[in-house]
Nanobody, 124 residues
Framework: QVQLVESGGGLVQAGGSLRLSCAASGRTSGGYAMGWFRRAPGKEREFVAAILWTFGVSEYADSVKGRFTISRDNAKNIGNLQMNSLKPEDTAVYYC?????????????????WGQGAQVTGSS
């Protein structure tokens, strides 16, 4: 079983930056991918970004491409989401997730474990 603990998040003015981190513990060996999803008030949870643990291949939602960067530190079992040029519409609770087996990186059904969530608020 994998446990995920998120850190970071907060309130930032539009155009600012924030960094989210996700520390994985437990049975992380051989994990497939780490993903980030978000849920804005009144909306469904949506894919933000994901990265393969082994090869570092990443995918991004169109809405964040060029502004957000996902990375991972395999030795420390930590994933990061660097968020630049934040917009008010980025306001949401952000969740990291870990996938142990291959599947669609953009699909939340691929992921087996979820973090507790971190609030990100971009003020106008």
């Amino acid at each position: 079983q994998v446990q995920l603990v998120e850190s970071g998040g907060g309130l930032v003015q539009a155009g600012g930056s924030l960094r989210l981190s996700c520390a994985a513990s437990g049975r992380t060996s051989g994990g497939y991918a780490m993903g980030w999803f978000r849920r804005a008030p009144g909306k469904e949870r949506e894919f933000v970004a994901a990265i393969l643990w082994t090869f570092g291949v990443s995918e991004y939602a169109d809405s964040v491409k060029g502004r957000f960067t996902i990375s991972r530190d395999n030795a420390k079992n930590i994933g990061n989401l660097q968020m630049n040029s934040l917009k008010p519409e980025d306001t949401a609770v952000y969740y990291c997730a870990a996938a142990l087996r291959p599947g669609g990186m953009r699909s939340d059904s691929t992921y087996n474990a979820w973090g507790q969530g971190a609030q990100v608020t971009g003020s106008s």
